[in-house]
């Protein structure tokens, strides 16, 4: 009898635990969600926004379960937030839409322009939006940028996109630019956001500054932040050859250690060094080329010094004095200088960066070439 | 009481257990909004001064051999200050766990079960407390014991998978707001060590009374790296000058670990260390709660009582009207009434009582 009580007690709590949590079951069920894989967002009439969704079509799996093609289907609608899109969508699918498994934001320039902040703010409050999610700023509508990215080396396209920008830690062309680290240099009173620059080709960056699209870096420049922020495993760079004229030399740099920057006020502006040492190898070979001679390799070295430093200086003027956003989160290295936060709020950061000045210091090691040395 | 007894590797446990478990859910934020980035030097301080009150709880207790602080009370002002104390401790068992399990079950609710009643997601809760109050206390620190060592590898695991997100000078500026509201108005952030409230309830329990100083000193050390563990990834990763309220900030915390493309998602293991974290916490306060009103009443069996205080968890649990309510008792009552109960009040009563033990010897 007692037994039999315990079985009756189990299969009650059972049955009262199945019925409640079924609800959040059956929403997640696989039958009744659509998966978004990238979301493009674009300005529309009277303040509202044309967000389109990108979904992975579930005719492109085949009967074995194995993904055979990259086919998406991609909707729009019109809404005056994300939040009402997706709700919009919702109902124009008959499913419910899992942002689970978005790897990619993507915000027309037009609409980043007039600021992305409240956006952002949303999708970091959305728990099925991962903070990894990379964003990108469309020189063109976010629609056409999403509608035109077709991988041709990956079948799957939730995986491409995930895997897009990762050839940046051996270009330094573009940065990893996720939604966790962009809301989290918004809220930082010491960064500033930036975002991948979306073209035909993703190279270069968007800077912001507090969720403002302000401008953009070219690749050499993006080649700076890249460097200055450690995001780089190598690159490669051309610099001019020291020894023959109107001729470059390609070299690929490796980092010898993490970038070292260190900050001082003069007269209330901030002085900053910025201390990079590279090795590099170098990959250009030309029949009358001889790299066993120590002073070549010298004048190589000091000729990639030159190169990087006006390269760096520049791009540092340029995100200082022009976009007034410290992309590079440099203010962080300056926390230290104050002993507290609230002369660190009084002093103004975000103020004074426009008045920094830099000064870049790289040595280079140029060692080798690769197989030949001597020709 | 046979079979109630523990060795003081459990006893640490325990207690850890108590420290450990408001970390998952805002207790790292609230440490921090009242720090910023001084927060690991507030703890280090506020290590340092709970070891010397637990060192003093100790020697205190020291006098009363196997006695709780119910006894001491007892003895102290008699059944009158018995009750009242066992009251007062009943109530700062209760309220703080159902807080406590009504912050989190708001936290899995929002992360996995968005179309569930927050009801359903309380019940199992209490079914749990219905099933363990019926198992001795020595079987239930026994799955406490299980349970402890997953959930100090989680936090481990979480600080070093995020390790590389990390910004290093997010740790100054040093003093954070400044020195006064660091080591002056700081001490209020010594409501995170509410755990060496087990310490007065624990000596009947141990199979060794006599190892109660390394019991209380140990389980303070290790309260205390588990905290800076806890705190360092949320301020090195998170940033913090303008506030922005997460509703559980390890868990956002777990979401940023990532190892390649392959070992994503990692939350939803977090989450379950956490869920059976959560439930040993329950689970100790719950007997305590027992033990405690078993002692006012003089009942003789604790079974009678196992339904009843899971209930009341639940009870009070659902009162708070919505998150923000939870948040606000959270962060402007509870943190002083945890200070009040088990820092003044019950160092008061221990030092009371051994002033009295001291004249009787006197006479």
């Known amino acids: ?375 | 009481m046979a079979d109630s007894k523990i060795t003081s590797k459990e006893a640490i446990m325990l207690i850890v257990t108590i420290f450990v478990s408001h970390t998952i859910v805002t207790l790292p934020e609230n440490l921090l909004s009242n720090t910023k980035s001084a927060t690991l030097i507030n703890l280090i301080y506020l290590g340092i001064i709970v070891s010397l009150l637990a060192y003093v709880i100790y020697r205190l207790l020291k006098n009363f051999a196997s006695l709780d602080i119910i006894d001491i009370s007892e003895y102290l002002g008699g059944k009158v200050l018995k009750n009242i104390i066992g009251g007062i401790f009943i109530a700062y068992f209760i309220v703080t766990s159902s807080n406590l399990l009504r912050e989190f079950c708001e936290g899995l609710r929002v992360a996995f079960f968005p179309m569930t009643d927050i009801l359903s997601i309380l019940i199992p809760f209490v079914i749990m407390l219905f099933v363990t109050n019926y198992l001795s206390f020595s079987s239930n620190v026994k799955a406490v014991s299980l349970i402890f060592p997953l959930v100090i590898a989680s936090i481990i695991f979480l600080f070093f998978g995020n390790f590389k997100n990390f910004s290093f000078e997010r740790m100054f500026p040093i003093l954070g707001k400044g020195f006064t509201d660091t080591f002056i108005t700081g001490l209020g952030n010594i409501f995170a060590f509410s755990g060496i409230s087990c310490l007065y309830f624990i000596p009947p329990y141990l199979k060794d009374p006599s190892k109660m100083k390394q019991i209380s000193l140990t389980s303070v050390v290790i309260g205390l790296l588990y905290f800076l563990f806890c705190t360092a990834t949320v301020l090195l990763l998170f940033s913090f000058f303008v506030d922005v309220d997460e509703v559980l900030p390890l868990f956002s915390a777990a979401s940023y670990i990532e190892f390649g493309v392959f070992f994503q998602r990692l939350e939803s293991f977090f989450m379950l260390v956490w869920i059976l974290e959560i439930g040993a916490y329950l689970m100790i306060t719950n007997r305590f709660s027992i033990s405690i009103f078993q002692k006012m009443t003089s009942i003789k069996y604790q079974r009678p009582l196992s339904m009843i205080f899971p209930l009341l968890v639940l009870g009070i649990a659902l009162l708070p009207k919505n998150y923000s309510v939870i948040r606000f008792l959270e962060t402007n009552i509870y943190a002083y009434f945890i200070i009040a109960i088990v820092f003044v009040l019950g160092i008061s009563i221990l030092v009371l009582a051994n002033l009295k033990k001291k004249k009787e010897r006197k006479v």
Request: aromatic letters at 10%.
């Open chain 1, 1 to 375: 009898m007692r037994h039999l009580l315990k079985v009756l007690c189990f299969a009650i709590i059972l049955i009262i635990l199945t019925v409640s949590f079924s609800s959040s079951f059956t929403r997640v069920n696989l039958d009744n969600i659509a998966v978004v894989v990238a979301i493009g967002m674009d300005k529309a009439d009277n303040n509202n926004l044309k967000v389109c969704f990108q979904f992975t079509n579930p005719s492109s799996i085949s009967e074995s379960g194995a993904f055979e093609t990259s086919d998406s289907v991609l909707k729009t609608v019109t809404a005056p937030s994300i939040s009402s899109a997706i709700n919009l969508m919702n109902s124009y699918l008959g499913k419910e839409l899992t942002l689970a498994h978005c790897k990619l934001l993507v915000f027309s320039e037009e609409l980043a322009k007039s600021g992305i902040g409240n956006s952002i703010y949303t999708l970091m409050n959305d728990a099925q939006v991962r903070p990894s999610c990379n964003i990108v700023i469309s020189k063109t509508s976010a629609e056409y940028y999403i509608d035109n990215s077709e991988p041709d080396l990956e079948p799957l396209l939730s995986k491409y996109y995930e895997l897009f920008i990762s050839s940046n830690q051996f270009t330094g062309y573009t940065a990893n630019a996720t939604l966790g680290k962009f809301f989290d240099n918004m809220i930082c009173q010491s960064c500033d956001p930036y975002a991948i620059l979306g073209d035909s080709e993703n190279i270069g960056l968007a800077v912001f500054r507090e969720g403002v699209l302000v401008g953009e870096l070219n690749a050499t420049e993006t080649l700076a932040f890249t460097c200055i922020d450690n995001h780089l495993k190598g690159f490669l760079v051309s610099v001019p050859n020291p020894q023959v004229e109107n001729q470059n030399i390609d070299i690929y740099l490796t980092p010898k250690r993490n970038t070292k920057i260190d900050i001082s006020f003069v007269n209330g502006s901030p002085y900053i060094k910025i201390d990079c040492r590279y090795s590099g190898q170098i990959y250009s070979m030309t029949n009358d080329s001889n790299y066993l001679d120590p002073d070549i390799l010298e004048q190589i070295s000091d000729a990639c010094n030159r190169y990087l430093r006006s390269v760096f200086t520049d791009y540092l003027y340029k995100i200082s004095k022009e976009y007034k956003s410290d992309i590079n989160s440099l203010g962080k290295t300056s926390l230290k200088l104050f002993p507290t936060i609230e002369q660190y709020e009084d002093y103004g950061w975000r103020e004074h960066f426009q008045d920094s000045f830099f000064d870049v210091n790289i040595e280079t090691n140029v060692k080798s070439s690769s197989l030949l040395s001597d020709s």
